[in-house]
């Protein structure tokens, strides 16, 4: 079994910054995707970064220049570096991961709990 444990959410003023990081549990896989999304009250769940394995990392236009994505293969973990932040990146952020089995080679995703981000003065 694999599981998304998200951490670093919170409050922040406009213009501030947060790092959310979010750290894979689990064996016999390797990891496809790996990335995060974002839900704000009332809307559709969003791609905020991604990253495929041997890719580029792929940004919504809406945090171009301002996220930026890393991970870390070994370590399992992908982590979010928010700065400028807006009202409007107001959300619940939600790690997630495309992984594929290493015996039977099938593709499987899964999500973290999510975190809260909130960006008010």
């Known amino acids: 079994q694999v599981q998304l444990v998200e951490s670093g959410g919170g409050l922040v003023q406009p213009g501030g910054s947060l790092r959310l990081s979010c750290a894979a549990s689990?064996?016999?896989?390797?990891?496809?995707?790996m990335g995060w999304y974002r839900q704000a009250p009332g809307k559709q769940r969003e791609l905020v970064a991604s990253?495929?394995?041997?890719?580029?990392?792929n940004y919504a236009d809406s945090v171009k220049g301002r996220f930026t994505l890393s991970r870390d293969y070994a370590k399992k973990t992908v982590d979010l570096q928010m700065n400028s932040l807006k009202p409007e990146d107001t959300a619940v952020y939600y790690c997630?991961?495309?992984?594929?089995?290493?015996?039977?080679?099938?593709?499987?995703?899964?999500w973290g709990q999510g975190t809260q981000v909130t960006v008010s003065s």
């Open positions: 689990g064996s016999d896989f390797r990891f496809d995707v």
């Open positions: 990253m495929p394995i041997g890719g580029s990392t």
């Open positions: 997630n991961a495309v992984i594929r089995r290493m015996i039977t080679n099938r593709r499987d995703n899964y």
